[in-house]
């Protein structure tokens, strides 16, 4: 059983900032992707961002240059540092895992954030 347990959401001005933090635990192996999507009221889920095993890291247009991804691989964990927040940033962020001799996709409960002044 794979547990993602996210943390770090909440309400913060435009223009602030807030770190995302995922831990993923249990029989958990052969990580290839560690990320964040997001889903706004209305809207598809979209990729924020997510780093490959390779080291490579792609972000959404949307995001790059104010969202910076990163990973502790001794933690399995990962960290979505949020800086210069917007309105439109407001939605329910995922933590997103893809680990597995056969490939699974492992998804967090979901934590919200809202920009709002």
């Known amino acids: 059983q794979v547990q993602l347990v996210e943390s770090g959401g909440g309400l913060v001005q435009p223009g602030g900032s807030l770190r995302l933090s995922c831990a993923a635990s249990?029989?958990?192996?052969?990580?290839?992707?560690m990320g964040w999507y997001r889903q706004a009221p209305g809207k598809q889920r979209e990729l924020v961002a997510h780093i490959i095993s390779s080291g490579s890291i792609n972000y959404a247009d949307s995001v790059k240059g104010r969202f910076t991804i990163s990973r502790d691989n001794a933690k399995n964990t990962v960290y979505l540092q949020m800086n210069s927040l917007k309105p439109e940033d407001t939605a329910v962020y995922y933590c997103?895992?893809?680990?597995?001799?056969?490939?699974?996709?492992?998804w967090g409960q979901g934590t919200q954030v809202t920009v709002s002044s």
């Open positions: 249990g029989s958990i192996f052969n990580i290839n992707r």
């Open positions: 997103h895992v893809r680990a597995g001799w056969i490939i699974n996709d492992y």
